[in-house]
C-alpha cells in the first residue's frame, strides 16, 4: 500500500457539477450470484469517485456497466442525461465519451504506442492523421511515455504501458474516465508514476471513477469513498471521514485488516 | 512414354485448368470465410445463426454430393448456361469456406478479450474492432491450417474434373481412357500437383515468417 499524503485537490475545482452518470436501482446476476444489488450512484461532473472494498463485491463489474461492457438485468444508468443505449451505434459513439483503463492494459499489441492513441481519433473522431498524431504525441509527453511512441507495447514495461493506455482513453477526449484496478497488475516500483498521471488528471478536473485498492490515492485524489461488500454499496464518504471514521461495522472490518498489516 | 510428351500441351491446358480453378475457389473461400467466421462471432443472432447454418451444411456435405447440386439443381434455379468453370469454382468456394470459417474463427478466440473490450470502449463498432484489432491479431495463428485447407482444395479441384472442367485429373482420365498406361500419366499428374501444392506451403511460410517479424 502506497501510502501518498498529499492536500486534496492542491486548488482544484470542487465537485459541485451536475450529475453526469447515474446509476438508478442497478442489479445484475452472474449466474446465481447476486453481483450487484439496488446499486444508487450518482457521480457529478469534476468529480473524483474511488469504489473500494474486498474482492467479489462487484466493483469492478459496478464500474464495467457503466460503458455496457456489462449489461445490467434491471435498473438504469445514464450517461449526460442519456440512458445507455443497446448494442450498435449509438452506444459506441457513446463509449467514445466514456475513457476506460483496464486493469491488464490492453494496448493494441499490433499496433505502436503511437498508433495505439491515434486509433480511436482516426476511425471515431475521424481527425485526419496530422491532427491525430499531434495529439497523440502530446498526450504521451503529458503521460512521460513520449519516448517510446514507436515502440509496441509489449516492449514497455507495466507501468508505461498503463500510462500509454490512459493516454489512449484521453485520445477521446472523454467526458468521464473509468479505471478499474489500474494498479493492480503492476510492479510495485511502477505504482507511483501511473498513480501521479491520476493524481494530476484529477486536479485537472477530470471526472473520474476509479475502483482500487490504493488507500493512499483513495485518501489524497478522491472527492468521495464508496465501500461495496457483497454487490451492495455499504457506504460513502468523504475519504478523510471514511479513513478515520467508518460508519459501518463491514468497513471497520475491511479497514483494519488492510491498514493494520 | 511417348504420351508424357506427344500430349504435353493437353497436360499444361491440364494443369493451367486446375491452377485457375484452384485460385478462383481460393479466393471466393477466403472472402466468404472470413465473412462468415465474422457472422458467426457476431453478437445479432440471426447472423449467428445463418453463420452456424452456413458451416455445419457446408462442412459436413460429401463434396460429390456438392458438385452433383451445383451441376444438376443449381442451374434450373439460378446461373442459367454457367459454365462448368463457374459450376465447379462455386461448388469448390463454398465448401472450402466453411473450412476457413472454422480456422479463422479459432484463431479470433485465441487474441485475447481485453483487446476486443479495450477497441469497443475507445467506440468503435464491432466490425472495425474485428477488422482493426482482432483479425489481424488473429492472422498469424490462422496460417498454418489455412495453408493446410488451401492444398486440400488443391486437391479436391479434382473433382471438378469428373464434371467436364477442363484440369489435370480430366487429362488423366482422358488418356488412360485412350489406353495409355495409367502410372506414367500419373507421374506427370503427381509432378503437376505437386508444383501447386508446394508453392502454396511456401507462400504461406514466407507470410508466417513475416509475420512473426511485426510483432
Given at each position: ?20 452518470v ?13 453481483v ?24 469492478s463489474t459496478?464500474c ?8 445490467v ?25 466514456v475513457?476506460?483503463?483496464f ?27 496530422n ?50 484496478e ?8 511502477m ?5 501521479d ?8 478536473g ?5 475502483v ?25 464518504a468523504?475519504?478523510n ?15 483494519s485488516?488492510?491498514?493494520?498489516h | 512414354m511417348?504420351?508424357?510428351?506427344d ?36 453478437p ?5 445463426a ?48 466453411s ?45 498454418p ?28 482420365k ?8 495409367i ?16 508453392a ?8 508466417e ?7
Amino acid at each position: 500500500m502506497s501510502e501518498v499524503s498529499v492536500t486534496k485537490n492542491d486548488g482544484g475545482p470542487a465537485p459541485t457539477g451536475d450529475p453526469l452518470v447515474v446509476l438508478d436501482n442497478v442489479n445484475k446476476h452472474f449466474g446465481a450470484l447476486h453481483v450487484l444489488q439496488d446499486i444508487d450512484l450518482t457521480i457529478h461532473r469534476g468529480e473524483v469517485v474511488v469504489v473500494i472494498g474486498p474482492s467479489g463485491s462487484g466493483k469492478s463489474t459496478l464500474c464495467r456497466t457503466i460503458n455496457r461492457l456489462e449489461t445490467v438485468d434491471t435498473g438504469s444508468i445514464t450517461i449526460d442525461g442519456r440512458p445507455l443505449p443497446q448494442e450498435g451505434r449509438e452506444l459506441a459513439r457513446l463509449r467514445a465519451d466514456v475513457g476506460m483503463v483496464f486493469q491488464s492494459f490492453n494496448l493494441f499489441a499490433h499496433k505502436t504506442v503511437l498508433e495505439n492513441v491515434m486509433l480511436g481519433q482516426l476511425k471515431v473522431r475521424r481527425k485526419d492523421r496530422n491532427t491525430a498524431a499531434e495529439k497523440a504525441r502530446e498526450l504521451l509527453d503529458r503521460v512521460g511515455v513520449g519516448t517510446q511512441a514507436d515502440k509496441y507495447p509489449a516492449q514497455l514495461s507495466g507501468g508505461q504501458q498503463q500510462r500509454v493506455a490512459i493516454a489512449r482513453a484521453l485520445a477521446m477526449d472523454p467526458k468521464v474516465m473509468l479505471f478499474d484496478e489500474p494498479t493492480s497488475a503492476l510492479d510495485p516500483e511502477m505504482i507511483n508514476e501511473v498513480l501521479d498521471v491520476m493524481q494530476q488528471l484529477a486536479r485537472d478536473g477530470m471526472t473520474m471513477v476509479v475502483v482500487t485498492h490504493e488507500m493512499g490515492f483513495a485518501r489524497s485524489a478522491a472527492n468521495r469513498v464508496v465501500f461495496m461488500a457483497d454487490g451492495r454499496i455499504i457506504e460513502q464518504a468523504e475519504p478523510n471521514q471514511f479513513f478515520t471514521n467508518p460508519r459501518s461495522d463491514r468497513a471497520k472490518d475491511f479497514l483494519s485488516k488492510i491498514l493494520h498489516h | 512414354m511417348n504420351v508424357l510428351l506427344d500430349y504435353l500441351p493437353e497436360f499444361r491446358a491440364g494443369f493451367l485448368g486446375t491452377l485457375a480453378i484452384t485460385a478462383a475457389s481460393a479466393v471466393i473461400a477466403l472472402v466468404l470465410g472470413v465473412l462468415i467466421a465474422g457472422f458467426r462471432v457476431s453478437p445479432i443472432p440471426p447472423l449467428r445463426a445463418f453463420g452456424t447454418a452456413w458451416v455445419t451444411l457446408l462442412r459436413n456435405t460429401p463434396l460429390t454430393l456438392l458438385f452433383l447440386i451445383a451441376f444438376f439443381v443449381v442451374p434450373k434455379i439460378l446461373f442459367q448456361g454457367a459454365s462448368p468453370f463457374v459450376l465447379g469454382m462455386l461448388a469448390l468456394g463454398l465448401y472450402t469456406s466453411s473450412f476457413v470459417c472454422e480456422a479463422i474463427r479459432s484463431g479470433i478466440s485465441t487474441v485475447p478479450v481485453g483487446q476486443a473490450e479495450a477497441a469497443r470502449s475507445i467506440g468503435l463498432s464491432f466490425t472495425q474492432t474485428l477488422r482493426l484489432i482482432v483479425l489481424p491479431q488473429a492472422t498469424r495463428t490462422v496460417l498454418p491450417p489455412l495453408s493446410s485447407i488451401f492444398i486440400a482444395l488443391t486437391k479436391n479441384s479434382a473433382v471438378a474434373g469428373a464434371f467436364s472442367v477442363t484440369e489435370l485429373f480430366g487429362y488423366a482420365k482422358l488418356l488412360s481412357d485412350k489406353g495409355y498406361a495409367i502410372a506414367v500419366i500419373f507421374l506427370w499428374v503427381a509432378l503437376a500437383y505437386l508444383l501447386i501444392t508446394f508453392a502454396i506451403s511456401g507462400v504461406f511460410r514466407l507470410l508466417e515468417r513475416r509475420m512473426g517479424v511485426a510483432r
